[in-house]
T-cell receptor, first 108, second 114 residues
Framework: GQSLEQPSEVTAVEGAIVQINCTYQTSGFYGLSWYQQHDGGAPTFLSYNGLDGLEETGRFSSFLSRSDSYGYLLLQELQMKDSASYFCAVRDDYKLSFGAGTTVTVRA | GAVVSQHPSWVICKSGTSVKIECRSLDFQATTMFWYRQFPKQSLMLMATSNEGSKATYEQGVEKDKFLINHASLTLSTLTVTSAHPEDSSFYIC??????????FGPGTRLTVT
């Protein structure tokens, strides 16, 4: 089975940097994805790491260390619109298993 | 980007009735679609994998006779909640697989069973 852990909540001010860690224990592993979900909305794809290292997409970056079963999502230059839930998800072949989600609250 | 739609976006039904939810990939073909269930403030739980032209694969603990899945074409999968009960009230989200690690999610359907 799959087990993912990530913090439940993070609060930060506009312009700050937030790092959301994700550790996982899985029976199979192809890669780690990150999704953003606003209240009542659909999850939207943010980033994917199939190999170790850092992937950068605009203000968002994601990192993976397969040997440590660990990854993180880095949100830079936080904006109010970044207030949402963020999920890490392990890809096992074609299926995704999601973590419980981290609620990010951005304050003015 | 790839677009996935769901219909209806919300539905209220009476206990004992059945509800059908449609998931469509609008600008790409998807041989594989997924159905998830999400309770408030919780994670997405995979219910089943829907493969075009074949039977769906259900996750452990999901009743296949209660949650009927049909993937009749490369752009449409349907989930029917049969004999719905209040405990089936939830947010149901589908996703369609575009490429190896790319899944695109629909906007979700909020089901309330009274």
């Amino acid at each position: 089975g799959q087990s993912l852990e990530q913090p439940s909540e993070v609060t930060a001010v506009e312009g700050a940097i937030v790092q959301i860690n994700c550790t996982y224990q899985t029976s199979g592993f192809y890669g780690l994805s990150w999704y953003q979900q606003h209240d009542g909305g659909a999850p939207t794809f943010l980033s994917y790491n199939g190999l170790d290292g850092l992937e950068e997409t605009g203000r968002f970056s994601s990192f993976l260390s397969r040997s440590d079963s660990y990854g993180y999502l880095l949100l830079q230059e936080l904006q109010m619109k970044d207030s949402a839930s963020y999920f890490c998800a392990v890809r096992d072949d074609y299926k995704l298993s999601f973590g419980a989600g981290t609620t990010v609250t951005v304050r003015a | 980007g790839a677009v996935v739609s769901q219909h209806p976006s919300w539905v209220i039904c009476k206990s004992g009735t059945s509800v059908k939810i449609e998931c469509r990939s609008l600008d790409f073909q998807a041989t594989t679609m997924f159905w998830y269930r999400q309770f408030p403030k919780q994670s997405l739980m995979l219910m089943a994998t829907s493969n075009e032209g074949s039977k769906a694969t259900y996750e452990q603990g999901v009743e296949k006779d209660k949650f009927l899945i049909n993937h009749a074409s490369l752009t449409l999968s349907t989930l029917t909640v049969t004999s719905a009960h209040p405990e089936d009230s939830s947010f149901y989200i589908c996703s369609a697989r575009l490429a190896e690690y790319e899944q695109y999610f629909g906007p979700g359907t909020r089901l309330t069973v009274t």
